[in-house]
């Protein structure tokens, strides 16, 4: 390891890849949880294409429609004709050659419309229930984008307050590393109690580094689901209420997924579109019935004739098919086993998403539990450490002891803000899975977020010093300061 001490200024311009802040006030707003959801709303690109598919099908509908509609199609011709007659009869008399060359007009107009069509009809069915089904799947977008957005805006204050005690880890041992080396210089310790302390530094050196790549990291991901960059994003208050889900019953919230949740939904609305599809094969057995009606219009300038011709026609006109060499037979067959395919996919949904909820109302109530027990194992760590040096000072406890409650303790605050991050995205994760996540849902946890603390991402080519020495004032990680 190089001599070099963190205090250097060529050690502090290349110490961090990224310099992160949180300031108690800000020059710039800084972005908060509700402007970057509809960012996202308004510029992903996973539901716009959602969209425009929704848009599609809707469309097709209309197609399918037209089917059923009048139809009226107009014919028109303009011709030259050339006619040239060449005859030989022996001695028979007025045989020869003759050309005729004349031009003709024609024009006709048809209208055809469909009374009995069941298999257009069942077309319509088709587009309609493919309408209904892809209007769930793109509400399934749109709550899976709400869930991402909340899940990569908190992931960011999770890795941020990570690394904060990576930080305070890191300063921690620092200056345990620079008190083992001066008791070593005048004689109070031995070299191994120096190595010790360098290798624990080594050690939460390491993590920061880690800490803050995963920090760059998540704003990154941000940026990828709003297509903007956010250079700081507002902090989340420590006030926020860490209670059990309500209602506080899991079966309540499993019915609640069965009759709300989206994906669940769009899959039972493929079963309908699969039953459509085959009521469409059914039809091919049966008759269609139209009525049309035309008018025709001819003429020319033949030397032999004068005037025109027209006509009109109008009836009712029915086919019934007979044999087709077994394919409707075989497209109903073809269907049935499809429709049973999408009812063995609902029936997956809807297992699937009863484990899901299952899980994650077990999972939230733990979570409440556990930042509890996170919050307690911080108070306890912190006790454990001022007991271990004050044990140091008298020479009952040992550098190592000392080292190891500073890890304990720094690890202890970590953990907190895990606990209570994983709290929070696994609750909008409930919601979701209940088909209950909406914007309502993204205002009411915005309205924890406070202006006055903020998380700031600078990139290297920012400039400006090491975060150690940069990092400004932050809120407290825990019941009560770090030391």
């Not at 045989?95 to 004349?102: F, I, P, R, V």
């Not at 309540?252 to 085959?278: D, G, H, L, T």
């Not at 605050?413 to 909406?438: E, H, K, N, P, S």
Request: aromatic share 6%; net charge negative; glycine share 4%.
């Amino acid at each position: 390891m190089s001599s070099r001490e963190p205090s250097s200024p060529k050690f502090r311009l290349r110490l961090l890849p990224v310099l992160i802040a949180a300031a108690v006030t800000s020059q710039a707003h800084a972005a908060d949880l509700w402007t970057i959801t509809q960012d996202a709303l308004q510029n992903n690109a996973t539901l716009d294409a959602s969209r425009s598919t929704f848009q599609s099908v809707e469309a097709g509908r209309d197609v399918a429609r037209g089917s059923l509609l009048p139809q009226i199609d107009a014919t028109a011709q303009v011709a030259h004709n050339n006619t040239l007659e060449s005859q030989e009869g022996g001695t028979q008399s007025g045989l020869g050659n003759s050309e005729d060359s004349y031009n003709s007009t024609s024009a006709s107009l048809e209208l055809t419309q469909a009374l009995y069509d069941a298999a257009s009809w069942a077309s319509l069915e088709i587009a309609k229930r493919e309408t209904d089904q892809q209007a769930l799947l793109l509400q399934a977008d749109r709550q899976q984008l709400l869930y991402d957005v909340a899940s990569a805006y908190f992931e960011i204050l999770r890795a941020y307050e990570v690394l904060q005690a990576r930080i305070a880890q890191e300063k921690a041992i620092k200056r345990q590393l620079d008190q083992a080396k001066e008791q070593f210089d005048v004689g109070l310790v031995a070299i191994t109690d120096v190595n010790e302390a360098r290798a624990s530094y080594d050690l939460a050196r390491a993590q920061r580094i880690s800490a803050e790549n995963d920090l760059q990291v998540s704003f990154e991901a941000l940026q990828r689901l709003t297509g903007k960059r956010y250079d700081s994003i507002e902090m989340l208050s420590e006030d926020i209420p860490i209670e059990t889900p309500e209602p506080a019953a899991r079966d309540k919230w499993v019915r609640m997924a069965i009759a709300n949740n989206p994906s669940v939904q769009a899959a039972q609305a493929a079963v309908n579109v699969s039953q459509a599809e085959v009521d469409q094969a059914q039809a091919g057995h049966l008759p269609t019935l139209s009525a049309f009606a035309n008018y025709n219009y001819s003429d020319s300038d033949q030397d032999y004739l004068n005037g025109h011709n027209e006509g009109t026609e109008v009836g009712l006109q029915a086919s019934l098919p007979i044999y087709s060499g077994g394919a409707t037979s075989a497209q109903v067959r073809q269907q049935t086993y499809s429709l049973e395919a999408t009812q063995y996919d609902f029936e997956a949904q809807r297992r699937d998403t009863t484990q899901q909820v299952r899980s994650l109302f077990t999972q939230v109530m733990n979570d409440v539990e556990s930042v509890e027990a996170q919050r307690q194992a911080i108070i306890s760590n912190r006790s454990a450490l001022e007991a271990t040096r004050s044990g140091y000072e008298v020479g009952t406890r040992n550098i190592v002891d000392v080292l190891d409650a500073e890890q304990s303790l720094y690890q202890a605050i970590a953990d907190y803000a895990d606990a209570r991050y994983t709290y929070v995205t696994d609750m909008v994760a409930l919601r979701q899975q209940a088909g209950m996540l909406d914007q309502q849902v993204i205002r009411e946890l915005n309205e924890w977020l406070r202006e006055t603390q903020t998380v700031k991402l600078r990139l290297p080519e920012d400039g400006g010093m090491s975060q150690i020495e940069d990092i400004g004032k932050r809120p407290t990680m825990g019941p009560s300061a770090t030391p």
